[in-house]
C-alpha cells in the first residue's frame, strides 16, 4: 500500500516527522489523523521557539518586557505536553496492536455468538 500523502502545510520539522514516522510503521487512520496534528505541534513549537529567541535578546537587552516571554515559555511548555502526549497515544496504539493481533482462537474456545447460542440454550433447558 502506498504511504499516505505528507499534509499541506507543513513545514521542514512537521514534515520530517511525518516520513520518519510512516517509515517506522503502518498507521491506522486514526493514527494519521493524531500524527498530522502532531505534525502541526512540531511546526508550531519551532515558531515558538523563533519567538522565544526573539523575545529573551530583547528582555536580555532591556527592550521588552520579561512577563511576555514568560507567556511564550507557558506556551510552549503546553505544545511540548500535548506533542509528548499524542506520539505516546499514537506508539501505545501500535505496540497494542501487535500484541493483539487477531489469530485463531484457541482449540475449545468460541466466539462470541457461540457464547450467545449457549446462553439461549441454557435458558431454554432451565426454564421448560
Do not use: Y
Not at 499541506?8 to 514516522?21: K, M
Not at 507557558?74 to 502526549?85: F, H, I, N
Amino acid at each position: 500500500m502506498a504511504s499516505p500523502k505528507v499534509p499541506d502545510g507543513l513545514g521542514a520539522r512537521g514534515r520530517r516527522l511525518w516520513r520518519d514516522s510512516l517509515a517506522q510503521a503502518a498507521l491506522t487512520p486514526a493514527q494519521l489523523v493524531i500524527l498530522e496534528e502532531s505534525c502541526r505541534i512540531s511546526d508550531r513549537l519551532d515558531l515558538l521557539d523563533s519567538i522565544i529567541r526573539g523575545h529573551a535578546a530583547a528582555v536580555n537587552a532591556g527592550e521588552a518586557n520579561a512577563g511576555d516571554l514568560q507567556r511564550w515559555l507557558a506556551e510552549s511548555r503546553q505544545q511540548s505536553a500535548t506533542l509528548r502526549a499524542l506520539l505516546a497515544e499514537i506508539g501505545s496504539k501500535s505496540a497494542a496492536s501487535k500484541t493483539t493481533a487477531p489469530g485463531p482462537e484457541p482449540k475449545g474456545a468460541a466466539g462470541v455468538s457461540d457464547l450467545s447460542a449457549r446462553i439461549a440454550a441454557r435458558r431454554k433447558k432451565s426454564s421448560g
